[in-house]
Each structure stands twice: as structure tokens, then as C-alpha cells.
């Protein structure tokens, strides 16, 4: 007897379709990495995929959404995560579970994962219409983290606290993509990158755990740096 917290098996219709999204997702990637983003378009991407070019925008409506296809997903889980957080937790806490819960590519140490994501990094570094895409959908994201938080709180919409920590937990995804791009771009190891990010993640978060109040204070004359300290250390 199937379990009711389990959801149904996706049927025969919701399969083909999934397969054809793939289909088309890993054409366009295996096109992108040889030619570029820039240098590909949609119709040879449908010709390519043996599917016409309407079935294609049916399933991505901008070219950009091939790259980026799964993100909504990404959101929506995150939003979960924190929704469904256990009594007493704070927003903080279930965002850093969820964030460093996040591996993909990054988080397998084959040989064919660390070419594939190399690959499409470069793609999305040398296309500004991607970085732009890009930065829409962390906006978004933040917004949506934003919306979350002051409706929790019993906020309004704009609430300052509600945004500034959306931006702020936002802050550090963001940091961590631009740190990982570039050093995939500078021919980071696999295992060794995994690593480096998390141990910035775990930085990043204790930094936004104990408060911003002690940290970059201005040195006292005649010192040129002070060591960072946090409030609450």
C-alpha cells in the first residue's frame, strides 16, 4: 500500500514529457559547450533535438531557461526548507542546512561530473546574456526569501528587516557561485574546491550569526588593519 506522505509515481504522459524537457536541456548544453551560448540558436537546438522549434519555447519560453531550467525548483525547495523548519529555529539556521545540503555537480568527484561542470561554466562566464538571467533569478529569490520572512514576522511586504536579511542570506549564495566560477575558470581540483566553498559558506554564516556590530571596525590612529572580530565572540 502506497504510503499517503509519499507522492503518486508521475504517470505516462508527465514521464515523456520529462524526457522530452531532458532531451532538449541536454542537447542545447552539448551544443552551448561546443559552440557557446551566443553562437547557437533555437532552431538549430529543435533541428538538433528532432523536435520543432514550438516545442522547444512550449518547454523553455527564453533560450536562457535552457540552462537555468532547473532553478525554479531550487527556489521552491529553499522556500520549503524554511517553511517547514522546526518550532524555534530561526531563518538563518534552516537556509545554511539547505545551502550546504546543495552539491550537484560540485559535490561528485568523477571524472565526466568535473569536465561537464567546467564546461557549462565557462558557457555561463562568457555569455552576458546568462550572467544577466543569472542575476533576475537571485533577484527573485530574494524576493520571494524577502515576501517569506515579513509574512512570518506579521510584516508588511517591505518590511526593512525582512529584506535586508533576504539579502543578506541571498548575499552569501551569491559569493559562493562567483568564488566557485572562478576558480573552476582557474582549474580548482574537484575534491579540493568542494571544500574551499564550504569552509567560506561556514565563514559567511557565523559572520551573519553573531552580527555585523564588530566586524570591519576602522583601526585606531597610527594602525593600518585590526583584525575582523564579531559581536558576540
Do not use: C
Request: aromatic share 6%.
Amino acid at each position: 500500500m502506497t504510503d499517503a506522505a509519499t507522492p503518486p509515481a508521475p504517470g505516462l504522459r508527465q514521464r515523456k514529457k520529462l524526457q522530452t524537457r531532458q532531451l532538449i536541456a541536454g542537447t542545447a548544453r552539448r551544443l552551448f559547450v561546443e559552440r557557446g551560448f551566443d553562437g547557437v540558436t533555437v532552431a538549430e537546438i529543435a533541428r538538433e533535438a528532432e523536435v520543432s522549434e514550438q516545442t522547444v519555447y512550449n518547454y523553455f519560453p527564453t533560450k536562457e531557461d535552457l540552462v537555468y531550467w532547473q532553478l525554479g525548483d531550487f527556489e521552491e525547495k529553499l522556500l520549503a526548507a524554511l517553511r517547514d523548519r522546526p518550532p524555534g529555529e530561526p531563518a538563518l539556521a534552516a537556509f545554511r542546512r539547505f545551502l550546504l545540503s546543495q552539491q550537484g555537480l560540485l559535490g561528485r568527484v568523477d571524472e565526466a561530473a568535473r569536465r561537464q561542470l567546467t564546461a557549462i561554466t565557462r558557457v555561463i562566464a562568457e555569455s552576458p546574456a546568462l550572467l544577466a538571467r543569472e542575476h533576475e533569478i537571485l533577484a527573485g529569490y530574494t524576493a520571494s526569501l524577502a515576501s517569506l520572512l515579513a509574512a512570518e514576522s506579521g510584516a508588511a511586504p517591505d518590511d526593512a528587516q525582512a529584506w535586508a536579511a533576504a539579502h543578506a542570506m541571498m548575499g552569501v549564495h551569491r559569493t559562493l557561485i562567483q568564488h566557485t566560477r572562478r576558480r573552476i575558470l582557474e582549474g580548482a581540483t574537484h575534491a579540493g574546491l568542494a571544500r574551499d566553498v564550504r569552509a567560506r559558506a561556514e565563514r559567511a554564516f557565523s559572520l551573519l550569526e553573531h552580527g555585523l556590530g564588530g566586524y570591519a571596525v576602522a583601526p585606531a590612529a597610527g594602525e593600518t588593519t585590526r583584525p575582523a572580530r564579531m559581536s558576540g565572540a
